[in-house]
């Protein structure tokens, strides 16, 4: 069995590490150094958390952020999902959408009908995105948790429920590691393996990518200044890639310890203009588009 790397669960409640700093508000000097300058024209900086982060935190989170990740059912760990109903506040504020399904970890699917799981919650995932008022085409991603090589059962979950969403009408995605890893058989990412099976499928066809690598380099660490894409995953990655998740919080000191000493004591990310703690701590993504899923149609 090929060896596994996990990614760690999407951020959400205060714990895990997470240091709570209530009523003391954070300026772009303090000690997080989220900045915003040397942008690009053709980035954009968004964020994702498992948690809704309220009402209130979306005018000073829309300060900093293009767009925003918007789960579909509950993240992991989860027995709730906080963000249903919340498509127009947020589309109100101008914020665009990283549309997001929870998906299976391996050993909910090990020995069982992989497939038939995978094209029961692609319909679900379709279904939710049409509850939520997102339009027909909008680009749904999968969360697959756990690095490395796909094991059969993963595969053949992640395709089926590729080939699901687009026959109710949306666009597929998968977010997974880009973080390369060692194996019985060699050098793979969850990205590149997912991308080098795609590589024959029609453009229209393939399933785009959201790729997370929090190592540095490539990545800046906790910042605003949006890092390029280019150069940063191989050819057949880069060729799916909608989104690049450049920081986690809080942050993965295995991946992490060369990155720039930009994050909070704590690990974590922190929001400019709110009061760190458990609302206000994000992971960092960036895109080509304001709008990677298309939600705002």
Do not use: H
Not at 36 to 47: M, N, V
Not at 77 to 96: D, H, M, P, Q, V
Not at 241 to 260: D, I, N
């Amino acid at each position: 069995m090929p060896e596994r790397a996990e990614m760690p669960t999407k951020i959400g409640k205060a714990g895990g590490g997470a240091v709570m700093m209530r009523g003391r508000t954070l300026g772009l000097a303090a000690w997080i150094l989220l900045g915003a300058s040397g942008l690009g024209q053709d980035a954009f900086t968004g964020f994702d958390r498992n948690d809704y982060p309220g009402d209130g935190a979306l005018a000073a989170l829309r300060r900093s952020f293009r767009f925003a990740g918007y789960w579909l059912n509950p993240p992991p760990g989860e027995t709730g999902n906080t963000w249903a109903g919340k498509r127009a506040i947020l589309l109100k504020s101008g914020f665009g959408f990283l549309v997001l399904f929870n998906g299976r970890t391996d050993a909910e699917l090990k020995g069982r009908d992989a497939a038939a799981i995978g094209t029961a919650d692609g319909k679900a995932a379709a279904e939710a995105a049409r509850r939520e008022g997102f339009a027909r085409n909008v680009l749904i991603f999968l969360d697959q948790e756990e690095g490395g090589r796909l094991l059969a059962e993963q595969a053949s979950y992640i395709f089926a429920w590729a080939e699901a969403v687009r026959a109710a009408g949306a666009r597929a995605g998968v977010y997974c590691s880009g973080i390369e890893v060692k194996d019985s058989s060699g050098v793979i990412s969850t990205a590149e393996d997912i991308a080098s099976r795609e590589r024959a499928r029609p453009k229209s066809e393939t399933t785009e990518l959201w790729a997370a690598n929090d190592a540095c380099p490539p990545a800046p660490g906790c910042t605003l200044e949006r890092p390029p894409m280019a150069g940063v995953f191989t050819a057949d990655v880069s060729r799916l890639a909608t989104v690049w998740q450049f920081a986690q919080s809080p942050r993965r000191t295995q991946f992490s310890a060369l990155c720039p000493k930009n994050a909070a004591p704590d690990g974590n990310c922190y929001a400019p203009g709110l009061p760190a703690g458990a609302n206000s701590f994000v992971d960092l993504d960036v895109s080509r588009s304001a709008d990677p899923s298309g939600g705002r149609q």
